[in-house]
């Protein structure tokens, strides 16, 4: 079975600093990788996903995350954070996209931009 | 396009009484899933439906749970004798069959049981 864990639960930072939020998995096969953000009452925006190919992924809003095969990790970037980032990151892994796809989802991490 | 819709938003609902949360896929999605996400934490998969079929179940859908997809597009899922356990923001999602294919989710309906 596959799971996920976010070594942060909270990840505060200032405006226009860098930020990293840690996004681990364990799968004994291949999975496919994503990144969600949830602003405050809303549902989940996706940010950007791994399926093959490079393993460096851009996504929306100037993140981009790395996959790691040998540490099995997926970490989350930005060089310069805005308020607006301010919300709940989650990272997810599905094992066999084609078999229904369905997500594994981290715990979350609480991003707090502050000015 | 205007994406996953779920309605209602909120449902404030007395321990033992019935609940059904509606969900409108984007329109030509042929998979729709539902996730349960409590405060603090992850979303949590429930069950999925490729075009009207119910392909799979999490064991945390009780038997006091049921959704359906009559005709392949909208999605209901009922909770039977609430608890206040179900609490929580139930989301709905959608996607195309197929590799590489995103999953894009709504705004969900918040539970509150008291």
């Known amino acids: 079975a596959q799971s996920v864990t976010q070594l942060d639960s909270q990840v505060p930072v200032f405006e226009e600093a860098p930020v990293e939020l840690r996004c681990n998995y364990s799968?004994?096969?291949?999975?496919?990788l994503f990144w969600y953000v949830q602003y405050p009452n809303q549902g989940l925006q996706l940010l950007l996903k791994?399926?093959?190919?490079?393993?460096l992924v851009k996504g929306i809003n100037g993140f981009e995350a790395e996959f790691n095969k040998s540490q099995t990790s997926f970490h989350l970037r930005k060089p310069s954070v805005h308020i607006s980032d301010t919300a709940e990151y989650f990272c997810?892994?599905?094992?066999?996209?084609?078999?229904?796809?369905?997500?594994?989802f981290g715990q979350g991490t609480e991003l707090s931009v502050k000015p | 396009d205007t994406g996953v819709s779920q309605d209602p938003r909120h449902k404030i609902t007395k321990r033992g009484q019935n609940v059904t949360f509606r969900c409108d896929p984007i329109s030509e999605h042929n998979r729709l899933y539902w996730y349960r996400q409590t405060l603090g934490q992850g979303p949590e998969f429930l069950t999925y439906f490729q075009n009207e079929a119910q392909l799979e179940k999490s064991r945390l859908l009780s038997d006091r749970f049921s959704a359906e997809r009559p005709k392949g597009s909208f999605s209901t899922l009922e909770i039977q004798r609430t608890e206040q356990g179900d609490s929580a923001m139930y989301l709905c999602?959608?996607?195309?069959?197929?590799?590489?294919?995103?999953?894009?989710f709504g705004e969900g309906s918040w539970l509150t049981v008291v």
């Open positions: 791994y399926l093959s190919g490079s393993t």
């Open positions: 997810a892994v599905t094992r066999d996209y084609n078999q229904g796809g369905k997500l594994i």
């Open positions: 999602a959608s996607s195309l069959a197929g590799e590489g294919n995103t999953i894009y």
């Open positions: 799968s004994s096969v291949s999975v496919y």
